[in-house]
């Protein structure tokens, strides 16, 4: 699809393990935003669920088949809208996932597993949830898209990984908490400065489309500082949502603006990915490697 | 049906050595030798106060009492009892005069906010012995109280190490008898004794029979609600059950902190409770 569409940044606050409460909040945002014109509306990680969901995993968990209630209805409202919504999926193993899912025409088009579990600081995801093993974009009428689930996109492989899969659109949903608040970056916290910056760089290296949807609210008093943002493949800041409030947020996405920051910056084209691959491939096959331990 | 009785016996000799070990060792790091503990003659504290004799030698272990004017007589009698099968250092404190004006000034008090005033005013002193004594304050709730948040927060919820917080209340009772808690005081209706003719059972309106094996299922077995009301529980009591749970969770947990910084206390500061010792 060249022509162009409009993306909305759902930026929820999502009510802990209260997965019918958010399914309902999902499907008023789905309908408020087809006023707006969205062609394609983005939740936020586990906005289904909420964040610090600890031993509640299993009793939120879903398995993303049209027959399942909490999924029919999402299924239905994808039928005149994409949507992107985050959740807990539960294999027919009973291994728990941080999820998202891509919905369109009524179907199931794609569900990434977050890769990246952080389990440091703060974050005990690898207590609760198994890891995914993969990096895959995946077609829509839109174009050819990649999901990455917020520690997913810290990692630089990982939208490098979905760029050379074909993905002109990097869809970025995090639960991303609020803290460090020095005096460097005005009305918001340091993370948030981080995040912020490596989005716009992302979008401007790999020349794609980043759409970025954080959360908000507070769950066992962590701050969720939202401040969605979406970068164009110039690297510009085309919407950002407020800090720390629920908003939605419908953007313009000019798919020509692909070819022209690819002629301008031809990156792609000069793009070496077997070299990657030898490099990579004699770097860990290298004894080297251990003796830097 | 699953033979949940069953499930809930134990090692009575491992559990009490377990117990045992883990006063003796908790209180020790911390350089105390003595430990302090309230006694109401019910069979919670009366296992604490028999648990805590054998891990620091009844020399070592101060039970306090203390009755409220409505208390029941039995109680301090059956606590009595206790105090001299053991040997262990007592002293009564009467809280009526440390509650009553409080409830003089607020005459319309339920019976509720006056019961969570005793167990809180009870804390005081207990804490207050704690440093007189120097000694720690042992805890008393059991598993099944916790979980149902059947307790009063920094009341008698509160102290420094809780041997029975792991115990059913009827895990709580086969320890006892094995331990040799007199049979009456095993026998008797659990009651906080904040008023007179409380019951646990009656004021929570279920038996401690039935609740201990649903939590049981859903707790230690993490089975699912649907899956225990097919093990023949109805399903009103089921869910009634795990939304004590889920309500009571605040109770479990230490107090909300807001975090700002990259380093919150609880969340990035991790320290082990038993830090340096």
Redesign the interface.
Known sequence: MDSQFTVGLAQTFPRLGDVEANLQRHLELAREAQGLGVDLLIFPELSLTGYTLRELVPHVAIRPSPEHPMWKPLLEASASMALVVGFVEEDARHRFFASSAFLDGGRVVHVHRKVYLPTYGLFEEGRYLCAGDGFRAFDTRFGRCGIAICEDAWHISTPYLLWMDGADYLIFCSASPAYGVGTEQEGATANAATVTQFTKTYATLLTSYAFHVNRVGVEEGISFWGGSLAVSPRGQVVAQAPYFEEALVPLEVDPGLLRAARQRLPLLRDEKPLTVLHELSRILSEERRHDER | MTNVDALLQQDIPLVRRLLVSAIRTELGRFGFKKGVLGLSGGVDSSLAAFLAAEALGPENVRAVLMPYRTSAPDSAADAMEVIRLLGLNHVTIDITGMVEPLFAQLPNMSQRRRGNVMARARMIVLYDQSEEWGGLVIGTSNKTELLLGYGTLFGDMASAVNPLGDLYKTQVRQLARAVGVPERIIAKPPSADLWPGQTDEGEMGLTYAEVDKVLYLLVDE?RTLAEVVGMGFSEAFVRQVWRMVQRNQYKRCPP???????R?LD??FRMPRDWGT
């Open positions: 993490r909300t902190i807001a975090k700002v910084s990259s919150t969340w990035e």
